[in-house]
């Protein structure tokens, strides 16, 4: 059964960091793109960082230069480095893999995870 699970949220104060993980389980991510999204209340779920199979990578303008997604295909587990965190980056953040997925957007992306909370605040 193919599974994706989240790990690594949480409460952090502004400025801070978090990595976020997505550990794949019934599958291998070698041929999937993988994607990092978020939701927060009373908003469309939005992209916020992709990885292809190849390793091309895209940011949403606004985390780019603070979050990095990166593969550990060895691993079957993609992170999500998060710093220099704001209070808008508070959200259920979601990995999902995707087959034949080209933009870093939640209708391309077939496999979720159940999300992690991350919430910025002092």
């Known amino acids: 059964q193919l599974q994706l699970v989240e790990s690594g949220g949480g409460l952090v104060q502004p400025g801070g960091s978090l990595r976020l993980s997505c550990a794949a389980s019934?599958?291998?991510?070698?041929?999937?793109?993988i994607g990092w999204f978020r939701q927060a209340p009373g908003k469309e779920r939005e992209g916020v960082s992709c990885i292809n199979s190849d390793g091309s990578t895209y940011s949403a303008d606004a985390v780019k230069g603070r979050f990095t997604i990166s593969r550990d295909n060895a691993r079957d587990t993609v992170y999500l480095q998060m710093n220099s965190l704001k209070p808008e980056d508070t959200a259920v953040y979601y990995c999902?893999?995707?087959?034949?997925?080209?933009?870093?957007?939640?209708?391309?992306?077939?496999?979720w995870g159940q999300g992690t909370q991350v919430t910025v605040s002092s």
């Open positions: 019934g599958f291998t991510l070698d041929y999937y793109a």
């Open positions: 999902a893999a995707g087959d034949l997925a080209y933009y870093c957007s939640p209708r391309e992306y077939e496999y």
